[in-house]
């Protein structure tokens, strides 16, 4: 059965960073596409970043571009979500999941397998 964890949310002050993890249970990790996604009270899940199977494609939300870094490490089967910069508007449960395609990474309904969630608050 396909688990996905994720880690490192928490409370800080705008401006502050956070960096989430996501420990994938998939034996064939290195080809899936990962996504992270977040939703805030009342909204809609939205897409945060992407990145493909070998790490080397990424693409990120307008919002989030120059703050926020996505990266892999397909040894220790993770993905990982560096957050810099901080606003309040930040403030969700983030998600990642993970897709067979790249392409299709930035939409959750055709996302495969999703996390539990963690919480992100970013206070002003």
């Known amino acids: 059965q396909v688990q996905l964890v994720e880690s490192g949310g928490g409370s800080v002050q705008t401006g502050g960073s956070l960096r989430l993890s996501c420990a994938a249970s998939?034996?064939?990790?290195?080809?899936?596409?990962m996504g992270w996604f977040r939703q805030a009270p009342g909204k809609e899940r939205e897409f945060v970043a992407r990145?493909?199977?070998?790490?080397?494609?990424?693409s990120y939300a307008d919002s989030v571009k120059g703050r926020f870094t996505i990266s892999r490490d397909n040894a220790r089967r993770t993905v990982y979500l560096h957050l810099n910069i901080l606003i309040p508007e930040d403030t969700a449960v983030y998600y990642c999941?993970?897709?067979?395609?790249?392409?299709?990474?930035?939409?959750?309904?055709?996302?495969?397998?999703w996390g539990q969630g963690t919480q992100v608050t970013v206070s002003s």
């Open positions: 999941a993970a897709g067979q395609s790249y392409f299709s990474a930035i939409t959750p309904g055709l996302m495969d397998y």
């Open positions: 998939i034996s064939t990790f290195s080809r899936y596409s």
């Open positions: 990145i493909n199977g070998s790490g080397g494609v990424t």
